[in-house]
């Protein structure tokens, strides 16, 4: 069983920062990709950024320039370094990770962006 534990959430005004972190524990041997997707009201679950195992990296064209990924290999942590924040970032991110073949999901952290 894998675990997923998000942090760093919450409330931000427009053009403001924010980082989220994610911690994986319990059957972890191999670690592919590391990322993150983000759900706002009524819309679908999307990819925000993932990277891989190494350090590859890839963001949605929203985000590019304003988001980086990063991760802490001997921690499990993977990283988002969210600046530029604009009203239309205002979702859950839920941190995911992909381990032999199998998605885990975390249960999310809300960010909300005010304008």
């Known amino acids: 069983q894998v675990q997923l534990v998000e942090s760093g959430g919450g409330l931000v005004q427009a053009g403001g920062s924010l980082k989220l972190s994610c911690t994986a524990s319990g059957y972890i041997f191999s670690i592919y990709t590391m990322g993150w997707y983000r759900q706002a009201p009524g819309k679908q679950r999307d990819l925000v950024a993932h990277?891989?195992?190494?350090?590859?990296?890839d963001y949605a064209d929203s985000v590019k320039g304003r988001f980086f990924i990063s991760k802490d290999d001997a921690k499990n942590t993977v990283y988002l370094q969210m600046n530029s924040l604009k009203p239309e970032d205002t979702a859950v991110y839920y941190c995911?990770?992909?381990?032999?073949?199998?998605?885990?999901w975390g249960h999310g952290t809300q960010v909300t962006v005010s304008s």
């Open positions: 990277i891989t195992s190494d350090r590859s990296t």
């Open positions: 995911t990770v992909l381990i032999a073949g199998t998605n885990y």
